[in-house]
T-cell receptor
Framework: QKEVEQNSGPLSVPEGAIASLNCTYS??????FFWYRQYSGKSPELIMS????GDKEDGRFTAQLNKASQYVSLLIRDSQPSDSATYLC?????????????FGTGTRLKVLA | ETGVTQTPRHLVMGMTNKKSLKCEQH?????MYWYKQSAKKPLELMFV???????ENNSVPSRFSPECPNSSHLFLHLHTLQPEDSALYLC?????????????FGPGTRLTVL
């Protein structure tokens, strides 16, 4: 089982719709959770971080964390063509005396105009 | 701009060349990372330095050699590379130990090995 799993997509949504991206993780010791956006040929940029169960909203983005079910999701409201990118989920956990940062493989999102 | 810079942005080298990638962070972080990202593949963590000590080395071939002279600078020395080493090489930094271990990425170096 992969430590951080994401559906590779592509996930296609029409402009103005809600895009829902999901991520599951295997280690219950995971402490902090991140969503990055990566445009083709560019480096990842942080969108959201979340540390406790529940929802966290920032503009059109909402991150949801459920530690009991070991999943974290990202909702993008009013999706725009400029949101088309690969979205990477990352998990930070403390193991063997050190912090370990693990990325998922990413979900490619296409917002259709 | 994330506060992490990388040079050069593009590099073309032959298999017999020796070159170095440079990364500098201006965020006061205490950990730095090298990642490799090949086309249509996920990020692969190569090396981690925390407080200038290498704490992780994920079975990377010896033709890649990292160096971290201080907490703000990180190098990746390259020699006798193979064409399959062509990829985007990303540097990142973070502040380890406070739970909010967000990694900030540089723009990357696009490496082509001929």
């Amino acid at each position: 089982q992969k430590e951080v799993e994401q559906n590779s997509g592509p996930l296609s949504v029409p402009e103005g719709a809600i895009a829902s991206l999901n991520c599951t993780y295997s280690d219950r010791g995971s402490q902090s959770f991140f969503w990055y956006r990566q445009y083709s040929g560019k480096s990842p940029e942080l969108i959201m971080s979340i540390y406790s169960n529940g929802d966290k909203e920032d503009g059109r983005f909402t991150a949801q964390l459920n530690k009991a079910s070991q999943y974290v999701s990202l909702l993008i409201r009013d999706s725009q063509p400029s949101d088309s990118a690969t979205y990477l989920c990352a998990v930070n956990l403390f193991t063997s005396g050190t912090y370990k940062y693990i990325f998922g493989t990413g979900t490619r999102l296409k917002v259709l105009a | 701009e994330t506060g992490v810079t990388q040079t050069p942005r593009h590099l073309v080298m032959g298999m017999t060349n020796k070159k170095s990638l440079k990364c500098e962070q201006h965020l006061g972080h205490n950990a730095m990372y090298w990642y490799k990202q090949s086309a249509k593949k996920p990020l692969e963590l190569m090396f981690v330095y925390s407080l200038e000590e290498r704490v992780e080395n994920n079975s990377v071939p010896s033709r890649f050699s990292p160096e971290c002279p201080n907490s703000s600078h990180l190098f990746l020395h390259l020699h006798t590379l193979q064409p399959e080493d062509s990829a985007l090489y990303l540097c990142a930094s973070s502040q380890v130990g406070q739970g909010a271990d967000t990694q900030y990425f540089g723009p990357g170096t696009r490496l082509t090995v001929l």
